[in-house]
Nanobody, 128 residues
Framework: QVNLVESGGGSVQAGGSLSLSCTAS????????MGWFRQAPGKEREGVAT???????SYRDSVKGRFTISQDSAKNTLYLQMNSLKPEDTAMYYC??????????????????????WGQGTQVTVSS
């Protein structure tokens, strides 16, 4: 069974940076569509950044220009570099994957329902 393990969360002040990593137990990164999602208390899980198909990258509007998603297939690791963090970025961040991709994935890459493998999450807290 494939496992996804996130790391890199923590507490920072607004304007700071954090780098998240998601390491897969198998060659998931090279064979799957993957992404980062987040869920704040009392809110629904939302897509943050995804890599699908032949490296097609999508970001939710609120993180464009601040967050960067990348992957290293040789290390089976997905990354999320987060800069200029804001208090509203505070949430539990999850790594997700799906293989093969669902029909709706290309059109809706940030929809959490399109992914079927999830990590345990890592907490990101941004103070003002």
């Amino acid at each position: 069974q494939v496992n996804l393990v996130e790391s890199g969360g923590g507490s920072v002040q607004a304007g700071g940076s954090l780098s998240l990593s998601c390491t897969a137990s198998t060659n998931t990164v090279s064979t799957s569509c993957m992404g980062w999602f987040r869920q704040a208390p009392g809110k629904e899980r939302e897509g943050v950044a995804t890599i699908v198909g032949d490296g097609i990258i999508s970001y939710r509007d609120s993180v464009k220009g601040r967050f960067t998603i990348s992957q290293d297939s040789a290390k089976n690791t997905l990354y999320l570099q987060m800069n200029s963090l804001k208090p509203e970025d505070t949430a539990m961040y999850y790594c997700a994957a799906v293989s093969p991709p669902r029909n709706t994935l290309i059109a809706l890459p940030l929809m959490s329902a399109n992914y079927d493998l999830w990590g345990q999450g890592t907490q990101v807290t941004v103070s003002s």
